[in-house]
């Protein structure tokens, strides 16, 4: 199977990619609620839905744990911030480390992945091109929005994100080329990949500005027709259901 | 008339950096021209020029006799960039998806972008690869992919800047036969480019470029001879003059 970055969308023929974005936005609206408004069993359930979109979108657990990778010391820092300051029982003699931290930093951790997967899993599933169609047909009761714009914005937003992680991969192995690792101070390799990723991230906006500019770029575009399905309805039906389910016996 | 007119155009950059003095220039319908520079000569700030994407500091250009700041869609419509860098003129996350940006722009019904989208795949052979993501086609089929997105608005007029540049050699025949088929089919084409031994065989007419000035307009073979004055490197000649000034033979 092929790398998977991430936020990076996967050409596959799976029910996932032909799911109706119409009924997958309000779906993962409803799953960012049950992440963070339920406990355990809600995480245990929404585990179970990343894993079986993962298969049914055709992207491996692996590939998709892979795309964590970048954002794995922003995870460790939550876990560790938790472990360390939340009172309760000492599990080792002599360090603050509590049982109760564990279990919240535990279970932070386990969002914060979990948000990232679902991003994933929905970008990887869901083309920019039909996103913006389904955010369009959201908004035209309300001209006043200027759906077109806010749709665009947003595909623009979710097409820069892999972008910025592609440049930082580049950018960190250049510096590593330079044996960058061997500088002892945090902050000075931290700037020598903060000031490089900016200006180059800047400078792309810039690039993907004229081009769009050049090719007669419009808020108000043609927006590509969707059709939702019978077997739509029935999966919106039963896993809305299950999500609210857990929302209200298992509250966080 | 000339279908381009670049009537004394400057352009000043808002640090006070001088891009373009005074350039005049016509491109007539139908020609194949290479303009040439060494690096900073200001060729690729004319381009964008000619797409309305900067504003001249002075002077202006004629698209069909009218100023292009007229109707600036139409303009970008007649006037198609293909630019150096095919991942920053990328936008859709599928082959098919970044063809169809154009027209989707224009509001074009969904059959007719559609139809238009097909269309311009198999003028690059791209067809085959619709559904494939942009960013993992090879050098050569992402400058294939970047000429479909501009042959999709049906333009008279499809400039390139530096077409070969990042290539290996299947690469650049892939994208120089595009470029003389496009000719042959009527287009206009401009060829931005320092290696002009690639193509100079082919092209109708040479514009050199120094310092943000035309300093030498003509048959190629009438200025052969100033090209390193210039920053350019001379073809080598091959017994077959300018003709054979060309990877093609």
Redesign the interface.
Known sequence: M?EIALF????RETALHRYDPRHKLPLLILMVALLFHTGAWGLLFLSALLAAGGAIGRLSLGDLFRGLLPLGLLILAGFLAEALTVPGAKVIAGLPVTREGLVKGGLLAWRLAAVVLLGTLFTATT???DLRSAIVWYLRPFPALHGGRIATMIGLTI?LIPLVFDTQGEISDALRSRCIERSGRFVRRAGALAAPLIIKTFT?AD??V?????????D???V??LRARSSDWMVTILVGGAAVGFLVLFPG | MSLIEVQGVSHRFADGTIALQGVTLAIADGELVLLAGRNGSGKTVLMKHLNGLLRATEGRILLEGRPIEEDLPGARRKIGLVFQDPDAQLIGQTVREEVAFGPENLRLPAEEVARRVEAALSAVELSKLADHVPRRLSGGEKRRLAVAGVLVMEPRVIIFDEPFSGLDYPGVLQVLREILRLHTEGHTIVVITHEIEKILGHATRLVIMDGGCVVGDGRPADLLDRLEAHGIRRPAANGQGVAGMTWLR
């Open positions: 092929a990076h969308y996967q050409t083309s920019i091109r097409s792309r690039e993907m004229q081009a769009m500019e050049a090719r007669c770029y419009s108000e575009r043609t590509a027709r």
